[in-house]
């Protein structure tokens, strides 16, 4: 049977998988399933399409996340991510901030399963791109598994064939983001029998998986994978998929190579107008468990050289974590 293209991928993260994020990590990961951070539909329709959407082609395959809760924005919307040449269209039902609250969409949206088929039907009436959903088990104090349950089986009606699903509650009310990453206890048992009531569909599990035993758990019940910040602050966790998980037995990349391919990405960047810290500060985990970590992390922070805008920064901080390097 041929591996889920879901089998691992790195969860869209706020503010942190920017498409430099996406550069820096697929120089690693060849096969993982990237996000973009959530995009409101209100910035697609109204912002800068460009600065919103734009991406190297090396990201893919590669999901726009979208925020939103009005299935003729979001149709438009996947309109738009078609035509930019996106390989997936993630509906966003998981976040829990107040802020999104305010805009109608994110977990709240689990209270109105109708709504979120109808958003679903739309943006696959525009596309021909796979249209998913990411969501939590439940919101607030509902913990029965009936509720999300009914709620997976309303939008696989609408045609959502693959389901991301966080295996904590989303609590509206009194929790900020970081806590409802943490507070909320995780029930992977929830997530487990959805694949077993609905085998038809795609589950990907997602909430606390950070070590690779953890991840090769979950493969005797799910389909999929999705870590976030683990492998945001630990990249290189990423560089043992290709054997561990795609079967690939090919050479892996090097660290030093990595930051080198990083630099050069880093000079056409700066090129264009861009800032090395708009790049550097994804790297800082590269080196995350290796000897001299804290001075490649020190050196990629240091104002006083960020402030010179020399993508020969990187270089530098290569050379002196791996002398041989230079």
Known sequence: MPLSDYRLCVAPMLDWTDRHCRYF??????????????????????????RHLAFDPAEHPLALQLGGSE???????????????YDEINLNVGCPSERVQRGAFGACLMAEPQL??????????????PVTVKHRIGINDITQYAFVRDFVGMVAEAGCSVFIVHARNAILQGLSPKQNREIPPLNYGFVYQLKQEFPQLTIVINGGIDAWPVIETQYQH?????IGRAAYHDPWLLAQANTRVFADNGLCPSRESVALAMHAYCVRHVAAGGLVRHISRHLLGLFHGAPHARTWRRLLSDAAQLATNSPDLILRALEAVTPRAA
């Open 25 to 50: 990590l697929r120089l690693i990961a060849p096969r993982v399933r990237l996000y973009t951070e959530m995009v409101t539909t209100g910035a697609l329709r109204f912002g800068d399409v460009e």
């Open 71 to 85: 299935p003729e924005d979001l149709a438009h919307c996947a309109a738009l991510a078609t035509r930019w040449g």
């Open 116 to 129: 979120v088929a109808d958003c679903v039907r739309a943006m696959r009436d525009q596309t021909h791109l």
């Open 222 to 226: 799910v389909d999929g994978v999705m």
